[in-house]
């Protein structure tokens, strides 16, 4: 009656004791402090339970602070009781199976027995484990059990309830530090500084290792890590369909892995550029207000445990308040990156450039402008345009005002103008400057010098070839008329143009194009043709103008294996220096065409046109379907005077043609490593077409498979073998003439 009269007051004195307080660290110490003294141990623990990682955690007092302990709840004698529900009386520590020593060896103290009971609600709900160590006199009871048992059922409700309320605060604390974070992500404008902003943010707010932000490039479908720790310049780009990052992209589902190298959709080539080491990952699509994916945002390593369904909800709305300012900064950063290309464009432009604004002041002006008018930058920008076109220049403030009015180009050729007291001669081109609303913003001055003969031939050289104007400005003639030609025409473009100008970008493009051209062209050159234009990274030039030659075919072709070898040459360099490889493609063909100076007495383009024209440059583009590099014509082919290492291709019906075309591969720019055994290749290839053309599937795809084996690099084969199989399955008919019809240009 005594003990249960005691027990009683122990348990009266534990709620009184324990609602006094409000916190839960208070809590916890309290009823450690109760159930120690009532137990005459030397230490004890309460440890709850954390849902969310499946951990025990319990709270330590340290001076001033408070440090956080966490354990699975599956480990040690704590977990072991949390697990089963049942309390345990360890009389021997050390020979307790579940008893974890190395707790000891690091703490310094010695655990000699130990009582363990779980912490249960009122409805038999696990919230908990009481752990006390080490009595003071002898060993553990089932009266210390029952004794602890009845402690913590009493305190369990009020654990629960501050448990609770600790909970909402920290939740509520959460919500307040998120609104203030997101308010200063919205107002920053400067991608990178955003970039950097977001991942600091997610790290911190989730307490992992590191984090990062894939934005996507549209134009090459790649997600891109600019901004990050250990990241090579230029940022890593991955495609977008590659990897976690790049599942989470295409499905637009969250992805929460909690060991990245055991799933097969990780991609370990990031960790070998970044040299980081990837545990854990919680990966969410970044959506924008329109309800596109616009990138990914990736949690790595979580610091405790793996990530929780509240991290990824927690992560989620981060990424969707943020999204609206990448959004802006992108933006911002287009238009900067713009800019800059613009500037740079002007800059890099031989004519003056000079643009004033709405109210008629001068606002930008480029070198060659400056050059020009012998002046220099201080003495232009901020200028009036009235004040500054003055005395014999007026009429240029009177054609600015009429082109602002009209709100359309104006273009005056051999114009006179006067800089410093010295007369010149130029084309001026006068164009109004238009917002996307169609209001007037300004207007542009292009100014190109013609003072001199010698500056006209320099001028006309970069629309047609040198001799050809030389010819021109020779000649008495109308050089407007036209005639009709036979001519060979060869059309060369560069393999992946595309892909290389956004690895290189603006300045780079143009640095290679300018090295290529200028090897290209002296092979063209070198045997008399003529180079008609540079379309973007295309070559087109013609053999038979203005001089015809007997030989304008096998002239052709001989251009075209120099330009191969000599490209070979130039490629083998560039590798040397660590750069991309560039390939390029030849279609040639010999017809009647027109030829001759179009335009206007003060603007002409000497060219070529007609249907010749338009199959070479189809014959260019069907060597990217043959994977070939030299295409010719039936037509070329029959008239070529020396003897080339070649094999028919196909009859083929191209692009916008309704009568087939035979066509040939020219090979005499391989090498015995690029093209093996090509003697006996071609021999099985020839004998491939023709069972090919009689409808032999079987003996031609195995006569493509002998050309293979013997030269396996032979793309071509494969085509036949492929298109074989499909014909076989949907013969095309008796009347069949072997035309294949090609549906692209």
Known sequence: MRYRLHQAEILLNVTKTVAAFETLDEVLMALVQLTTNELNA?????FLNDEETSELYSRVAMGDLTREIRILNTSGVAGHV???GQGVIVDDAYSNPYFEREVDEKSGYKTRNIVCTPIKTVKGEIIGVAQILNKRDGQFGEEDMDLLDAMTAQAAIILRSTQFVEKMRKSHAQEMEFVDVVS????????DALLEKVIGEVSKMLNCERSSLFLNDDKTNELLLRVGEGLPPGGIRIPNGVGIAGAVFASGETVNIPHAYADLRFNPATDKQSGFFTRSILCVPVVNKAGKIIGVTQALNKRSGSFTSEDESRLKAFTTQVSIALENARMFDDIQNMRKYNEGMLESMSNGVITQDEDGQIITCNSAGLKLMGTELEDVIGCAAADFWSGPNRWVVEKIKKVEEAKAPDVVMDADLEFGGEAMSVNLTVLPLISVDQENIGSMVILEDITSEKRMKSTMSKYMDPGIADQLLESGEDILGGKSANVTVLFSDIAGFTTLTEELGPHGTVSLLNEYFTLMVECIQREGGMLDKFQGDAIMAAFGIPLAHDDDEDRALRAAISMMRTLDEWNQKRVGEGKSVVLNRIGINTDEVVTGNIGSPK?????????????????ESACKQYATRILVSNTTYRKLRGTYRSREIDLVIVKGKTEPVLIHEILDYHTDETFPNMMESLNSFKYGIQNYREQNWDHAVEAFKGTLELNPMDELSRIYI?????????????????????TSK
Request: proline share 4%; hydrophobic share 40%; aromatic share 8%.
């Open 184 to 191: 200063d992500m919205i107002s920053e404008i400067d991608l």
């Open 722 to 742: 492929e298109r074989c199989q499909i014909l076989q399955e949907d013969p095309p008919g008796k009347d069949w003439n072997g035309v294949w019809v090609m």
């Open 42 to 46: 030397e230490r004890g623990t309460i």
């Open 82 to 84: 949390f697990s089963t």
């Open 603 to 619: 603007r002409m383009d000497y060219t070529l046109i007609g249907d010749g024209v338009n199959l070479a440059a189809r014959l």
